[in-house]
């Protein structure tokens, strides 16, 4: 009998664990869904905007991302005025240079602001499709 109640917990963990990846919709990485990580070169994803603002230092990056959601024109143009950020359009590829906690800094490859760099949060970046031009997607 103990052997069989072990075997009931184990199926009742799994079934409880599906249960939950089901309802918070997880899916395991791959090659093309995945967070981005330093040394990978991404593009940048404006979620539905035409540009991806990235901070000049990695504290910024949280307050430009909820000013970008809200659509706080004045936040973002008085911070790209001051230089503490820059408006980066969306498709640009770029590569992650570094990491911390939810912020990625990346450096600029294409588009006009080629050779910029600066700070972003994860979300704003997703690995390159197939078929996109780039360097090959890395996986740590």
Not at 74 to 95: I, N, P, Y
Not at 130 to 140: A, H, I, N, T, Y
């Amino acid at each position: 009998m103990g052997k069989l109640n072990a075997v009931a917990v184990v199926v009742g963990v799994f079934l409880v664990a599906l249960m939950i990846g089901r309802y918070w919709n997880l899916k395991p990485e791959t090659k093309l869904n995945h967070v981005v990580q330093p040394g990978e070169t991404a593009v940048a994803e404006g979620r539905g905007m035409a540009e991806v603002w990235v901070a000049a230092e990695a504290g910024m990056t949280y307050n430009l991302h909820a000013a970008a959601a809200r659509g706080e024109q004045s936040t973002l143009k008085r911070a790209g005025t001051e230089g503490k950020a820059f408006a980066l359009e969306a498709g640009a590829q770029v590569r992650v240079a570094g990491a911390t906690g939810s912020k990625r800094r990346i450096e600029v490859l294409t588009g006009p602001n080629t050779g910029k760099s600066g700070w972003v949060e994860f979300e704003c970046l997703r690995p390159l499709g197939r078929g996109e031009l780039g360097e090959p997607v890395r996986l740590p």
